[in-house]
Every structure is written in C-alpha cells, then in structure tokens.
C-alpha cells in the first residue's frame, strides 16, 4: 500500500507546488518518490497486500513489474530534459497508472489505470515540437483511443459471459472467446504486437529518445502484468490460438522489419515488437507468472542502456550513419550499447540469453506448443537478425563508404 500511497501523493503535491519550486528540485524529487516507491515495493517481498474489496492486489508479480515500471521512470528522469516542470510529473503519473495496472485485478480498475498512464504518454510522445513530434502524438492518441475502446467492449463481453469483472473468471462460449480475443487486440496494441503495431516506429522516431525508452520498458511491462491475470491457463482453449499468431507475426515482422531500417530509435521499434512477441511465449507456460517478469527486468535493463547511449547521441533522430565509427570516437559509449544489444538479442552469458530460455522453456511445457504449432523453435533465430544495422558503430569511420574519415 505504501507504493500506492507514495506515487499518488508525490504526483498530487508535486502538481501543486509545480509553480513553487524549480524544475531541477521538481525532478529531483521526482526521482526521489519513483526511488521511495521501489524501495516500498521491495519491502515485503513474497507477501501479498489486500485493500480496497480486493481491488488493488499486491503481490509478488505486482511488485515485480512495478519495479520495471519504476526503473523505466527513473531511465526518463535521470535522462530527460528539464527545461518544463511538467516532464517529471507526466513521468511520475504514468508510473501511477503503470503500477494500478500491475496490482488489480479487476478490469473496471484496469481500464482506469490503462487511462491514467496513457494519457501522459499522449503528451510525452509529443514533447518535440515539430512535424514528426506532432505526427507521434496524433498517431499514438488516435489508436490510443482506439485500444481503449476495443479494451472496454472486451471488458462489457466478459462480464457477460462470466457475471464477474474479476480478472481469471471462469466462462465458456462464443462470448467468452470473443471477450478474450478482443482483450488481447487491446494488449496486443499497447506492446506492440503485429498487426497491433503500426504505430511504434513512427512513434519511436517522432518522440524525445527517453520517452521511446519510457515506453519500450514501462509500458510493457504495466501492460503484460494485466495480460498475466487475464489470460490464464484455464481459458487457453479461448485466446490461445489468438495469442500464437501474434506471437509468430510479431516475432517474425519484426526482426525482419529491422533490416530495413536506417534510423536507430525505429530499428528499436521494431525489435521491441519481436520482444513483445517473445515475451509472449511466456504467457503458455504453468509458471508465466516467473518467466514474463524476468524477462521484463532483463528487456529492461537492455533497452534502457541502449537508449540511454542514444540520447547520448541526440535526444532527437538518431540516424545509423551517426553511429559509425563510433568505437573509435567513443568506446565507452560503443561499449555500453554493445552490450545492451547483445543483451537483447538473448547471446549467452547475458542475462537476456537466459531470460530468453525461460520463456521459450514456458511454451515447450505447456500443450499449446505442438508438433506443427508455434513453438520455440521456429521464432528463436529471429533475433539474431538485428545486429547488421548496428555493424557500422565498431567498424573504423574510414573502412565505411560515406564515412566521416573516407576521404583520407
């Protein structure tokens, strides 16, 4: 309870004393009440906290992807702009919702939650001021809104397919599917999943390079803590079959995708859409509920180093050519984004290789991987197509035709 209270509270006061303090102190302690909630989060950990009827439910998964939320918050604070007292409090509110979603069980409160984190990431994605910023947000508003009422019909069908807005329900029938089905279309847009995910890349590429991390990392993981309650393995005859095509789709258009990208924030669009895609393979297996927030952790840490070696670069556009050369200009930079790709693409001994395994290990026990059905095998070479694009950074600028060096 004390997260709960402490993210509540420090965005409330925070918003009213936004014109009494300055914007550094405003971001500080920012930093300092997303620090406290983590802190609150770990505290108890393995014990489950009950309030408000059973509404708000904290457990070990809500705790755990709490924390991926408050990490993604605290990446975009420490490495986001403080020219506007208003970036810090658009940040703390969305880790707010981000953590209702993690810890309720009821889908009334999910929908509330997914509105009170999404509607700060409408105005985050427009943060620049200019055509593609505007594009991103309009984008991300317009199929925001969409999502939203898709999730809120799923929402009407299963209550009445099961009596009961309690996530995990039991229900059988037409109705039930199709709740389930349009459920998932509603998750599937928030992580990205194809064919849900149209509008990352120009999101990604339209938005400050910390809110593409923001919403690479925290959004996920609010998003896949809901699908962990939903989507449980008593009613995997009903979304099962839905939630295989869109792991095989998302796993393979988007490794593919990436290939053809020449801009680094949508090359990392497209290989959170294949992420998304492997992170639900974990939703198969008896024991997701370990696997998926590993996995988020590890995506996490990954991505948030990458991206922070970006902002680095620009907190704007970052096109590949800029990366050339840049082990020799920049080895520490090189050096960390190395190793967060290598992170992300699951090479063993990092931990990306082993969060990989657990999830492809949750779908080959579960029934739903069958001879001639999605499974491991077919989508776990499609990470290693990623790396081409990224080739250049460790090459010297003057073996690239087009380098900065080239005429030497």
């Given at each position: 309870?004390?997260?709960?209270?402490?993210?509540?509270?420090?965005?409330?006061?925070?918003?009213?004393?936004?014109?009494?303090?300055?914007?550094?102190?405003?971001?500080?302690?920012?930093?300092?009440?997303?620090?406290?909630?983590?802190?609150?989060?770990?505290?108890?950990?393995?014990?489950?906290?009950?309030?408000?009827?059973?509404?708000?439910?904290?457990?070990?998964?809500?705790?755990?992807?709490?924390?991926?939320?408050?990490?993604?918050?605290?990446?975009?604070?420490?490495?986001?702009?403080?020219?506007?007292?208003?970036?810090?409090?658009?940040?703390?509110?969305?880790?707010?919702?981000?953590?209702?979603?993690?810890?309720?069980?009821?889908?009334?409160?999910?929908?509330?939650?997914?509105?009170?984190?999404?509607?700060?990431?409408?105005?985050?994605?427009?943060?620049?001021?200019?055509?593609?910023?505007?594009?991103?947000?309009?984008?991300?508003?317009?199929?925001?809104?969409?999502?939203?009422?898709?999730?809120?019909?799923?929402?009407?069908?299963?209550?009445?397919?099961?009596?009961?807005?309690?996530?995990?329900?039991?229900?059988?029938?037409?109705?039930?599917?199709?709740?389930?089905?349009?459920?998932?279309?509603?998750?599937?847009?928030?992580?990205?999943?194809?064919?849900?995910?149209?509008?990352?890349?120009?999101?990604?590429?339209?938005?400050?390079?910390?809110?593409?991390?923001?919403?690479?990392?925290?959004?996920?993981?609010?998003?896949?803590?809901?699908?962990?309650?939903?989507?449980?393995?008593?009613?995997?005859?009903?979304?099962?079959?839905?939630?295989?095509?869109?792991?095989?789709?998302?796993?393979?258009?988007?490794?593919?995708?990436?290939?053809?990208?020449?801009?680094?924030?949508?090359?990392?669009?497209?290989?959170?859409?294949?992420?998304?895609?492997?992170?639900?393979?974990?939703?198969?297996?008896?024991?997701?509920?370990?696997?998926?927030?590993?996995?988020?952790?590890?995506?996490?840490?990954?991505?948030?180093?990458?991206?922070?070696?970006?902002?680095?670069?620009?907190?704007?556009?970052?096109?590949?050519?800029?990366?050339?050369?840049?082990?020799?200009?920049?080895?520490?930079?090189?050096?960390?984004?190395?190793?967060?790709?290598?992170?992300?693409?699951?090479?063993?001994?990092?931990?990306?290789?082993?969060?990989?395994?657990?999830?492809?290990?949750?779908?080959?026990?579960?029934?739903?991987?069958?001879?001639?059905?999605?499974?491991?095998?077919?989508?776990?070479?499609g990470g290693l197509l990623l790396p081409p694009g990224l080739l250049p950074a460790f090459c010297p600028a003057r073996a690239i035709p087009g380098g900065p060096g080239a005429r030497g």
């Amino acid at each position: 309870m004390l997260t709960l209270y402490v993210l509540v509270g420090s965005s409330t006061l925070l918003s009213l004393l936004a014109f009494a303090v300055s914007r550094e102190a405003n971001r500080v302690l920012s930093v300092a009440a997303l620090v406290l909630a983590g802190l609150f989060a770990l505290l108890g950990w393995g014990e489950t906290v009950e309030a408000f009827g059973g509404l708000y439910r904290l457990d070990t998964l809500a705790r755990g992807l709490t924390l991926v939320a408050v990490l993604g918050g605290l990446w975009t604070l420490l490495l986001g702009p403080v020219k506007k007292f208003e970036f810090p409090l658009l940040v703390l509110y969305a880790v707010t919702g981000m953590h209702l979603m993690a810890s309720s069980p009821n889908l009334v409160v999910l929908v509330i939650a997914l509105e009170i984190f999404s509607l700060p990431l409408y105005v985050l994605s427009a943060w620049q001021r200019d055509e593609k910023g505007f594009e991103a947000g309009l984008k991300y508003f317009l199929l925001g809104a969409l999502g939203a009422a898709v999730f809120l019909y799923g929402v009407a069908l299963y209550y009445g397919a099961t009596g009961s807005f309690m996530a995990g329900a039991a229900g059988s029938g037409p109705l039930y599917t199709a709740a389930l089905l349009l459920i998932l279309a509603a998750f599937a847009f928030k992580t990205a999943m194809v064919p849900f995910h149209w509008w990352s890349p120009d999101v990604y590429q339209g938005s400050p390079t910390v809110v593409s991390l923001f919403m690479a990392t925290a959004v996920k993981a609010a998003a896949f803590a809901a699908m962990l309650r939903i989507f449980t393995p008593q009613g995997l005859e009903a979304w099962g079959v839905g939630l295989a095509v869109l792991v095989a789709l998302s796993a393979l258009f988007g490794n593919l995708g990436a290939l053809a990208q020449t801009e680094a924030k949508r090359l990392f669009a497209y290989s959170s859409i294949a992420n998304a895609g492997y992170v639900g393979l974990g939703l198969f297996g008896p024991t997701a509920g370990v696997a998926v927030p590993f996995y988020l952790l590890t995506y996490a840490l990954g991505t948030g180093l990458i991206f922070a070696v970006l902002s680095t670069i620009s907190n704007q556009e970052v096109p590949l050519d800029r990366l050339r050369g840049l082990w020799y200009r920049r080895p520490l930079l090189a050096g960390a984004l190395a190793l967060g790709v290598l992170s992300v693409l699951g090479l063993p001994p990092l931990a990306g290789f082993w969060a990989k395994y657990l999830v492809f290990q949750e779908a080959a026990r579960s029934r739903a991987v069958r001879p001639g059905g999605v499974g491991p095998g077919d989508l776990g070479g499609g990470g290693l197509l990623l790396p081409p694009g990224l080739l250049p950074a460790f090459c010297p600028a003057r073996a690239i035709p087009g380098g900065p060096g080239a005429r030497g």
